[in-house]
């Protein structure tokens, strides 16, 4: 037996093991494995195994074996930051973002008053820095669906703003939650400056606001999301949206693509949205090599997005 033929062996034990824990569990089953291997840019591992039981560990296991090699684990208050931080430093595939996200942010200072929110928000800026594996400030942003109060929504701008600046002092990159709100983003950011590398996490806009931010040099990241029928306007954004400035995401454990819509996300699946996103650029995914050069593409846009330093803007290294 050759040592190619060993390891297949080795990779379909290893897979089957995987998909009869996550049977068991109760989780939708692993997808087809991508021809190259792939970034989940946006994750919530800790919010993942409070929804679905998914065990971090086995998360991370699960996505390698259909080729997600990296994630991006994503932080929305103190509590889940820290763990990001403390997750990314002990697990070389994952890599962390901090922040208070803006509704978290907007109904913590209505409930105990804008001093609480400052104790998080300087704790969030010392994690920023915390270690080397903090790749970037957020989620941080508007969401104007779930808090509709003016003077809620003030305050998420403010906060939006004090993110953007930890984000420029720091060199981190900006990862921004943005719901019902495109043109308050996109004048916060304008006043306050966009930093070098912003990502626009689950993008929801339509074409033209996937123009303002390329204006801005921003990266669009697409979610399952895209691949539910009524986005279509989302899919109009993709297609318009240079090659070089896709990612892609879960927002696990939200936002399951199309077929596993209804079933609880995890970055495993992040494949099915690889594919959608593939298909609807117009590259025929049964093509092996043209699917390959594709998450190629996404992967070496994530770690342009994500770098450790400023050289790995240039030169991809995650």
Same mark, same amino acid.
Request: charged share 30%.
């Given at each position: 037996m050759d040592i190619t033929t060993r390891e297949g062996i080795m990779a379909d034990v290893k897979r089957a093991e995987i998909e009869s824990q996550l049977s068991k569990a109760k989780l939708p089953a692993l997808p087809e494995p991508l021809p190259a291997l792939v970034t989940d840019n946006h994750t919530h591992a800790d919010a993942t195994v409070e929804f679905s039981g998914?065990?971090?560990e086995l998360n991370l296991s699960a996505a390698a074996v259909v080729g997600v090699h990296h994630i991006v684990e994503v932080g929305c208050d103190q509590p889940s930051s820290e763990w990001?931080?403390?997750?990314a430093a002990t697990h070389e595939q994952v890599v962390a973002a901090v922040a208070l996200h803006p509704n978290d942010g907007a109904r913590m200072a209505a409930r105990q008053g804008?001093?609480? $929110?400052n104790d998080v928000m300087r704790r969030i800026e010392q994690l920023a820095t915390a270690?080397?594996? $903090?790749?970037a400030v957020g989620e941080t942003g508007?969401?104007?669906f779930r808090i509709q109060d003016p003077a809620g929504q003030a305050f998420q701008r403010e906060l939006f703003a004090r993110h953007i600046e930890?984000?420029?002092?720091?060199?981190r990159a900006l990862v921004i939650h943005d719901r019902d709100a495109h043109a308050d983003v996109a004048a916060v950011l304008d006043e306050h400056g966009w930093p070098p590398r912003t990502i626009l996490h689950c993008f929801s806009g339509d074409a033209e606001f996937a123009a303002t931010c390329l204006e801005h040099d921003a990266w669009l990241s697409f979610a399952g999301s895209v691949t539910f029928k009524?986005?279509?306007a989302v899919r109009d954004a993709l297609r318009s949206t240079p090659a070089d400035k896709v990612l892609v995401e879960t927002d696990a454990p939200y936002l399951t693509p199309v077929p596993m819509r209804g079933r609880p996300n995890a970055p495993y699946l992040v494949p099915h949205t690889v594919r959608f996103l593939a298909a609807a650029r117009g590259i025929e995914t049964s093509d092996e090599q043209a699917l390959?050069?594709?998450?190629?593409?996404l992967d070496a846009n994530t770690s342009r997005a994500y770098g450790s330093n400023p050289q790995a803007i240039v030169t991809g290294t995650w």
């Open positions: 998914l065990d971090p990001a931080v403390d997750f804008p001093e609480a $929110v270690h080397e594996r $903090v790749r508007l969401d104007y930890i984000a420029q002092r720091t060199g009524a986005n279509g390959a050069a594709w998450c190629r593409r």
